[in-house]
C-alpha cells in the first residue's frame, strides 16, 4: 500500500505546577496537538496529553500517571484511549495499571497471513484523481474494516525487592477483554483480500463474524531499571500469559503466552545501547484479529510491523499466531538545557529491528526469511517523565516511513 505520510506537529505544549527540584511534587503535565495525512485515511487530528501526579515528594518515577488519546481522521478512523498506571497507589510493594480503549478503523492493512504473504503495489496504483488504476484488484484490495472496544487491566505485586526498596521481581495478575469486529471494505464491486481468503477457506467465520474475547491473565515480571521513561541500565523482562475463556464468557478459547526481554546497556556518558526480544506463540484457535496484539505486563503494542514493532515496515505487514521481533538500538542524549525553570534534554536514537510470523502455511524456516527495517530519531524529554520523538525508518518494501509519537518504543 502505497502511503505518503504527512505529519506535523504543530507545537509542543508544556506547562508544569511542579518545581524545577530534583525532587518532584503535586501535578505536572506534558501534551503534543498533531497533524497527520495519508492517502487512505485522510487528514487526521488529535492530541495526546499526559497528567502525572508526585504526591508529596519521593516516588520514582511518578505516584502514578494518566495517559489520554483522542484522534479522529476525515475518513472514519477513532482511536481513543486511557490509560492509568501507579506503583504505589495500592500499598508498598504493589503496582496497578489499565487501559480502555476504543479503535475503529475503515482501511486497517490486511495482506494475507504467514510470513510470506505477497505485496504488489502496483494491484493498488491510483491516477492523480485517486480513481484506481487496476480493474483486477482496486484500490482498497489491501484493506477491511474493523470495530474494536479493548480493556484491561493489570495487578502486580513484588515478591523480591531490590536494595533500594523497589520492587524486583512481581507476580502479575489481571483481566481483560477484547469485542471485536470486521467487515468488507466498497473496492468498487472488486473482491478484497479479505474477502478471497474469507471464501477460500483461509479466514473462517471465526475470524469475520463479531466476538467477545474475554481473558485472565498471569505473570512474572522482572525489572532492575534505573529509570523507566528512559533506562541507562538494567533489565526488564516478563513472562506473560493469557488465557481466553468461556468460563467467564469469551466466543472463543485459547492461550497467548509472551516472552519480552528488554537490556540497556550505558557504554559511556549519556550513551546507551537497549535491546528487546519478543517471543509469542498462540495455543489454540483464535480470531486473526487477536494475532495483532502483543501479550505484556504493561501497555500491549502490535506487530508485526509498523512503529511499535518492525519500524518502516507497513503496519501489521505480516499475520500469524506466533511471532519473533527483536529492536537494537542506540540513544545519545546529546543536549541538556532549562526553559521556565523546567528540565528539557534532546536525544538521538538509531535502531535496526526485524523479526517474523509463523502460521500454519509456513511453521518450517525457523529464524530464516526475516523482515526488517532500520533509521534514526530525535527524542524531547522533559522532567525526565515526557518524551517526545520523530523518526524516519527505512524498509526496502516500504520506502520510508515517518513516525510521530510519545515515550521510547520499550
Known amino acids: 500500500m502505497k502511503k505518503s505520510l504527512l505529519t506535523v506537529i504543530a507545537f509542543l505544549l508544556m506547562i508544569a505546577v511542579n518545581s524545577p527540584a530534583k525532587e518532584r511534587t503535586g501535578w505536572g503535565w506534558g501534551g503534543v496537538p498533531a497533524v497527520n495525512y495519508n492517502a487512505d485515511e485522510g487528514f487526521g487530528y488529535g492530541a495526546i496529553l499526559d497528567i502525572f501526579n508526585y504526591s508529596k515528594g519521593g516516588y520514582s518515577p511518578y505516584y502514578f500517571k494518566i495517559n489520554n488519546q483522542i484522534f479522529f481522521t476525515t475518513r472514519g478512523?477513532?482511536?481513543?484511549?486511557?490509560?492509568?498506571?501507579s506503583p504505589y497507589m495500592l500499598g508498598e510493594g504493589w503496582r496497578i495499571n489499565g487501559r480502555i480503549r476504543y479503535k475503529k478503523e475503515g482501511f486497517l492493512p490486511y495482506?494475507?497471513?504467514?510470513?510470506?504473504?505477497?505485496?504488489?503495489?502496483?494491484?493498488?496504483?491510483?491516477?492523480?484523481?485517486?480513481?484506481s488504476l487496476d480493474s483486477l484488484h482496486g484500490k482498497q484490495y489491501y484493506t477491511l474494516k474493523t470495530e474494536q472496544i479493548i480493556f484491561y487491566m493489570n495487578v502486580m505485586k513484588a515478591i523480591k525487592y531490590r536494595q533500594d526498596g523497589r520492587p524486583l521481581i512481581s507476580a502479575l495478575g489481571g483481566l481483560g477483554f477484547y469485542q471485536i469486529r470486521s467487515a468488507v471494505n466498497d473496492n468498487d464491486g472488486i473482491a478484497t483480500k479479505f474477502e478471497e481468503d474469507s471464501e477460500n477457506g483461509a479466514l473462517t467465520t471465526r475470524d469475520t463474524e463479531k466476538s467477545f474475547n474475554d481473558y485472565l491473565k498471569f505473570g512474572l515480571v522482572y525489572d532492575s531499571r534505573d529509570n523507566e521513561p528512559a533506562p541507562n541500565r538494567g533489565v526488564w523482562t516478563d513472562v506473560v500469559g493469557e488465557?481466553?475463556?468461556g468460563l467467564i464468557g469469551s466466543d472463543n478459547n485459547f492461550l497467548?503466552?509472551?516472552?519480552?526481554?528488554?537490556?540497556?546497556?550505558?557504554l559511556r556518558k549519556n550513551l546507551v545501547y537497549a535491546n528487546r526480544i519478543l517471543f509469542e506463540?498462540?495455543?489454540g484457535d483464535a480470531p486473526f484479529l487477536l494475532y495483532y496484539p502483543m501479550g505484556s505486563s504493561f501497555k500491549i503494542d502490535e506487530g508485526v510491523g509498523g512503529y511499535r514493532s518492525i519500524r518502516g515496515v507497513y503496519k501489521n505487514r505480516y499475520v500469524g499466531p506466533a511471532k519473533f521481533i527483536m529492536n537494537m538500538e542506540l540513544r545519545y542524549r546529546f543536549y541538556e538545557f532549562q526553559v521556565f525553570n523546567q528540565?528539557?534534554?534532546l536525544a538521538a536514537n538509531a535502531f535496526y529491528d526485524f523479526g517474523r510470523v509463523w502460521h500454519d502455511s509456513d511453521l518450517e524456516g525457523g529464524l530464516k526469511n526475516l523482515h526488517s527495517g532500520k533509521g534514526a530519531g530525535v527524542h524531547i524529554g522533559w522532567n525526565e517523565n515526557f518524551i517526545?520523538?520523530?523518526e524516519m525508518a527505512f524498509n526496502k518494501e516500504s520506502g520510508s516511513q515517518l513516525y510521530i509519537d510519545i515515550g521510547f518504543l520499550f
Open 111 to 131: 495482506y494475507g497471513l504467514g510470513n510470506d504473504s505477497q505485496f504488489n503495489a502496483d494491484f493498488i496504483e491510483t491516477d492523480d484523481d485517486g480513481n
Open 388 to 390: 517526545v520523538y520523530a
Open 343 to 345: 528540565d528539557f534534554y
Open 243 to 245: 488465557w481466553y475463556t
Open 281 to 283: 506463540n498462540i495455543f
Open 256 to 266: 497467548r503466552l509472551t516472552l519480552t526481554d528488554r537490556r540497556y546497556f550505558t
Open 77 to 85: 478512523k477513532q482511536d481513543h484511549a486511557i490509560f492509568f498506571d
